[in-house]
């Protein structure tokens, strides 16, 4: 049986938060603006529950082999992994240079704060 260790568990249940994540923070700007702003925001708490079930134990998990800066910087990595093909695809946003050089500058931090 392949055996995951606790970094990549972490890093593949907060992949999975982050998309609830994005849905529950951007989605409601697409598929209910013509709602009241309230019951956009019941839809984004439910949404958030499940963000919230998957974030919590990504960080307990990680946090046994990652110091409390490298999951914030991994979260900030994979949030940005996310919402860029998020905000393309589903909310049909244009393709930008800066997201090239945003991410550079994430790729940058995981560098500094994940090296020796």
């Known amino acids: 049986m392949l055996q995951l260790s606790p970094a990549v568990i972490c890093a ?3 992949v999975a938060s982050n998309v609830f994540m994005t849905f529950a923070w951007y989605a409601h700007l697409k598929n209910l603006s ?3 702003w309230w019951i956009a925001a019941l839809a984004s708490w439910g949404i958030a529950l499940a963000e919230y079930l998957l974030m919590v134990p990504a960080n307990r998990i990680g946090f ?3 110091s409390l800066p490298q999951l914030k910087i991994l979260q900030e990595a994979i949030t940005l992994a996310v919402f860029v093909p998020f905000a393309i695809l589903y909310m049909n946003q244009p393709v930008k240079l800066d997201y090239l050089w945003a991410a550079l500058c994430i790729m940058g931090a995981v ?3 994940f090296r020796g």
């Open 12 to 14: 593949l249940l907060l």
């Open 34 to 36: 013509a709602q009241p």
């Open 64 to 66: 046994t082999t990652l």
């Open 111 to 113: 560098y500094f704060v």
